[in-house]
């Protein structure tokens, strides 16, 4: 094979070893990749394990000393990709969406007055309802409704009978006071 190039870049640097792990990988059986495979999960989770701490102190400092760079390539990225990641997060949110317009009426029984809200879209109300502090474990559907309008008109009227929640819509649609 010769001497390597030493004025390689970086880039063509890594496309070499990427070759090269290419080629040793063709001549080894699948039996002998897949404990490879297995070894190497064994041996960087007992790194971790072990070194648990160190790791996350490292990668917080490294995380601090290059604020400002991350900042700038998250902020960049998302300029250059602005419009993918708009259709993608679109995608993933109607991707939980109920069928059909369908709403559901559910509790959160373990609030210290059981919650009661309404949704068409159970996995990201639920996830908000986590970011804001709220227990939604256990959680249950009250009833399933074929409009947002009957949805609203039911949750009002588990409101009447004790349970929390925000519903400052009346039934024909104006805001209530």
Not at 111 to 139: F, L, Q
Not at 157 to 164: F, I, N, P, S, T
Not at 172 to 177: D, F, L, M, N
Request: glycine share 4%; with cysteine.
């Amino acid at each position: 094979m010769g001497r390597p190039n030493l004025n390689l870049t970086k880039e063509e640097k890594r496309l070499r070893r990427n070759e090269l792990q290419k080629v040793r990988r063709a001549n080894r059986s699948d039996e002998q990749l897949a404990i490879d495979r297995e070894n190497g999960n064994r041996y960087s989770k007992a790194y971790y394990d072990k070194n648990k701490k160190e790791v996350i102190i490292k990668a917080k400092a490294y995380r601090q000393s290059n604020k400002e760079r991350i900042s700038t390539q998250k902020k960049d990225y998302y300029k250059s990709n602005k419009e993918e990641i708009l259709i993608q997060n679109k995608a993933r949110y109607e991707s939980h969406r109920l069928p059909n317009d369908m709403y559901i009426v559910y509790c959160l029984p373990n609030e210290e007055i059981p919650y009661c809200g309404m949704t068409s879209n159970p996995h990201y109300r639920m996830r908000n309802h986590r970011k804001m502090g709220r227990d939604t474990n256990d959680w249950f559907i009250l009833q399933v409704c074929s409009s947002e309008k009957e949805a609203r008109k039911v949750e009002r009227q588990y409101h009447d009978l004790g349970y929390g929640g925000i519903n400052q819509w009346d039934i024909r649609g104006k805001q209530v006071a």
